[in-house]
Structures are given as C-alpha cells and as structure tokens.
T-cell receptor, first 118, second 109 residues
Framework: NAGVTQTPKFRVLKTGQSMTLLCAQD?????MYWYRQDPGMGLRLIHY???????AKGEVPDGYNVSRLKKQNFLLGLESAAPSQTSVYFC?????????????????FGPGTRLTVL | KNEVEQSPQNLTAQEGEFITINCSYS?????LHWLQQHPGGGIVSLFM???GKKKHGRLIATINIQEKHSSLHITASHPRDSAVYIC???????????FGTGTRLQVFP
C-alpha cells in the first residue's frame, strides 16, 4: 500500500497563477484533510471532507477550494495564488471517529507539497 | 494564547539521555496525539491516547486529563530520534485536530 500520496512535491508559482494539489489514499479512509504548515505555527486545517462528495471549511479556508469527487482523492485548488500562500501543504486521511470501537482515529499524513508563490 | 502549547520549543541532548517533551492544553479534549516530523518533512503518528500511558519501544506517552497535560518521554535517546515532535488534540468530540507548534529535538552522539 502506498498510504497517502501527494502530487506535486514542489511547485513555484507566480502571483495570480492557479494550481491544484492532488492527494490520494489507498486505505479506504472516509475522512480526508488538507493542512498548511508555516514556520513558528502549528499545522492549520484548511478544508476537510467526511466522505465522497462532501467538503467543509477548516480554520484557514480563504483562498482555497477543494473537491472530493472520488473517495480516494482530495483535491486542493488555489484559484489565484498569493505570496501569503507560500507554505508546506500536508494531506491526511483517517477512519471516522468511533469506528469499530477504536475511538478517535490516527491520521495518516502524506509527504507534503512545498509551494512557493513569488 | 494557543489552545495547545508545547515546551520546550528546542531541545538538545547527548546520546543516551532521557528526554521529556511537554504538552498542555486549555480546552476540553477527547484524545491527544503525538506526532514525529523528520527533517525530510514527513509526519508520522507515534501515539494516540485519551487516558493513562502508552509505550512503544523507547517512547512513552502519558496524559493527565484533570491537569490537561501530556508528556512524551524518550529513553536512551539516539541521534536518529532527532526530529520535531508535535502534540495535537481532538477538541471536544470532533475529528479535527488542534496542533502545537512542535518541539525540535537534536540528539548528538
């Protein structure tokens, strides 16, 4: 199993350009998440999804859009990139809480995408 | 003030030393995670706990719900333990995590 994969690993954009980050998981997880990690700050949730076809806003959703058309994929889009979106982006996935009595579940993280917006 | 605070921010140790990293939180939580992020950037879950203590190899995690505090201990530290250790809490009964800013550990031979 590949676990959680992210494409691309690195990207440099100019202000105003658009791009899509792809997250894929092969663990049949219901829940998927997009985070950003900035120096001196903890990981912050951008958007998340509790199942195919559903998405919800996290802590810092402005400037981003997401889609979950297939259970295994979660896409993060930047329509008009800004320098403030320079960051490392992590995708994660998990089973729902309470599955099979496990309680709150471990999140599995992808390797990250380093994005620079000039 | 962050809802999840870690201390220290940076920690250096000699190989073999006993390491303690602390995590305090100010909100009601249902479970707490300890994560490890290596210099290459990948993040791995070490522990998830809601009470008591868990042990895996040289790593031990404890949590005191009443005191809103958790600790991660590393016994007989090794240079390969050098990484950023992150505490993250499930706030209330949600699946969303609130992350601390991490503790950067360097273990020298």
């Amino acid at each position: 199993n590949a676990g959680v994969t992210q494409t691309p690993k690195f990207r440099v954009l100019k202000t105003g350009q658009s791009m899509t980050l792809l997250c894929a998981q092969d663990m049949n997880h219901e829940y998927m998440y997009w985070y950003r990690q900035d120096p001196g700050m903890g990981l912050r949730l951008i958007h998340y999804s509790v199942g195919e076809g559903t998405t919800a806003k996290g802590e810092v959703p402005d400037g981003y859009n997401v889609s979950r058309l297939k259970k295994q994929n979660f896409l993060l889009g930047l329509e008009s990139a800004a320098p403030s979106q320079t960051s490392v982006y992590f995708c994660a996935s998990s089973y729902p809480q309470g599955l099979a009595g496990i309680g709150y579940n471990e999140q599995f993280f992808g390797p990250g995408t380093r994005l620079t917006v000039l | 003030k962050n809802e999840v605070e870690q201390s220290p921010q940076n920690l250096t140790a000699q190989e073999g030393e006993f390491i303690t990293i602390n995590c305090s939180y100010s909100v009601g939580i249902s479970a707490l995670h300890w994560l490890q992020q290596h210099p290459g950037g990948g993040i791995v879950s070490l522990f998830m706990l809601s009470s008591g203590k868990k042990k895996h190899g040289r790593l031990i995690a404890t949590i005191n719900i009443q005191e809103k505090h958790s600790s991660l201990h590393i016994t007989a530290s090794h240079p390969r333990d050098s990484a950023v250790y992150i505490c993250a809490a499930h706030k209330g009964d949600t699946d969303k995590l609130i992350f601390g800013t991490g503790t950067r550990l360097q273990v020298f031979p």
